[in-house]
């Protein structure tokens, strides 16, 4: 079988438990928890369905590079992240090309390596050492090996790892010329205590890869964009389909960038469930990993086992880490309090308040 390597509801699953997605609350996508922002129904039923979208994103360019303070032509918008992680891949890509993978992490960096026949190098993080990875020998990995591309999710999915400026830049520096460093910065707006990461683009080696899906709950409409120098932006554009966001996703973009509120309010329900989360499954025996981001990596014994027992007895489900090389792990996305006070109910439930299905540690 399989493995999935995206969060968020198996319809085809589902439907053979005789479920719907209503019918159950998800955990296994780490997005706000407070939803879409109320403006983005208006913003998108002024659509004319009947008009192409702008095959250049102008209006939305414009609406980042402003919020943003930089030029239209550092910004790529595209259809979801994934879509600019394959296209820079396709970019940057050949057979025989070498490429590094900071992992565990987003199985999409490895399918689109996988695509164009590239030599994949993963460096592993130490489960040990609460999934850290030793920076200066990642760097000495690199210089050596000489990648034409890295992948580095900051903070990380799923460990919730949140890597130094410092730590960044020394990998950063250590890329031969005309290599690219795509740092993944989805889920960055739930960091709290944040760094800012727009003067790598100095570098010219560095593309930042962001992702509206997260922060401001478009999921659906699919939008993401990436910032980079204007020369690395032209390379990857010139690959990318006409229309590849539509103009749905383009005005959701927009209205969501007017919202100045939205995603503050969201960090800040994740704040505080988060600490409820966290300290619950601890009081219950389950250890969770350190995560800078609105998600937690928890340690359970038997993920498959869990994640069916939740999803056929209690509607809930999580996300089994077995696909990012984890079988013992599950992720859990924070959601509002109230949600996750039934998540919390349901692993007693499961668990008898006591241990896990296996010996955890």
Known sequence: MTLPIHGGANIAELRSLGLRPEDVLDFSASINPLGAPSCISQAIGAVNLAAYPDTECTALRESLAARLAVSTAQILAGNGSTELIHLTARAYLNAGNRAVIFAPTFGEFAAACDMHGADVLSIVADEGNNFAWDIERAARIIAERAPSLVFLCNPNN????????????????????????????????????????????NLGNVALLRSM????????????????????VERVRALQHSWSVNGLAQEAGIAALADTRHVEDGRAETRAAKRYLVSELDAIGLRCMPSAANFVL????????????????????????ASFGLPEYIRIGVKTKADCERLIGALRDIFGGLMALT???
Request: charged content about 25%; glycine content about 6%; some cysteine.
């Open 213 to 232: 899906t997260k922060d401001y709950a478009l999921t659906a409409l699919r939008l993401g964009y990436m910032l980079a120098p204007p020369a690395v």
């Open 158 to 201: 799923p460990t919730g790892r949140y890597l130094s400026e410092a730590d960044v830049r020394r990998i950063a520096n250590s890329l031969p010329e005309d290599s690219l460093l795509m740092l993944d910065e989805a889920y960055l707006p739930f960091v709290e205590a944040r760094w800012d990461s727009m003067p790598l683009l």
């Open 298 to 321: 928890v340690k359970v014994g038997d993920a498959r086992a869990l994640r069916q027992a939740l999803l056929t007895g209690h509607r809930i489900s999580v996300r089994d880490c």
């Open 359 to 361: 010996s955890h540690g």
